[in-house]
């Protein structure tokens, strides 16, 4: 069993910066892929990035391939999602996600989830 608790989220201008980071439970932290969704207001959740289980493959949706990047430290059972240039559309709750079979970074993008965490607010202003 693996348990996903994010933090980091807030409240930031446009333009801002804020990183997440998701601490992970569990011995098999560094065997599968893992990512990020979110979901905003009204809306359905969306993938937003993947990597696979050695952290050498990313996947980032196209919407912030030039201003969020994600990384995981195995070591320290933490993944992480570097968010710059934020914008009010970035506004929503962020989840963190786990596989607990797969271990490509595709795999969380064809939504292969086996573990959610509870989610973080990130909210951006105009």
């Known amino acids: 069993q693996v348990q996903l608790v994010e933090s980091g989220g807030g409240l930031v201008q446009a333009g801002g910066s804020l990183r997440l980071s998701c601490g992970a439970s569990?011995?098999?932290?560094?065997?599968?892929?893992m990512g990020w969704f979110r979901q905003a207001p009204g809306k359905e959740r969306e993938f937003v990035a993947a990597?696979?289980?050695?952290?050498?493959?990313?996947v980032v949706i196209d919407s912030v391939k030039d201003r969020f990047a994600i990384s995981r430290d195995n070591a320290r059972n933490t993944l992480s999602l570097q968010m710059d240039s934020l914008k009010p559309e970035d506004t929503a709750v962020y989840y963190c996600a786990a596989s607990d079979r797969f271990t490509t970074a595709q795999a969380i993008l064809d939504n292969k989830v086996a573990y959610w965490g509870q989610g973080t607010q990130v909210t951006v202003s105009s």
């Open positions: 569990g011995r098999t932290f560094s065997m599968y892929a």
């Open positions: 990597i696979n289980n050695v952290g050498r493959h990313t």
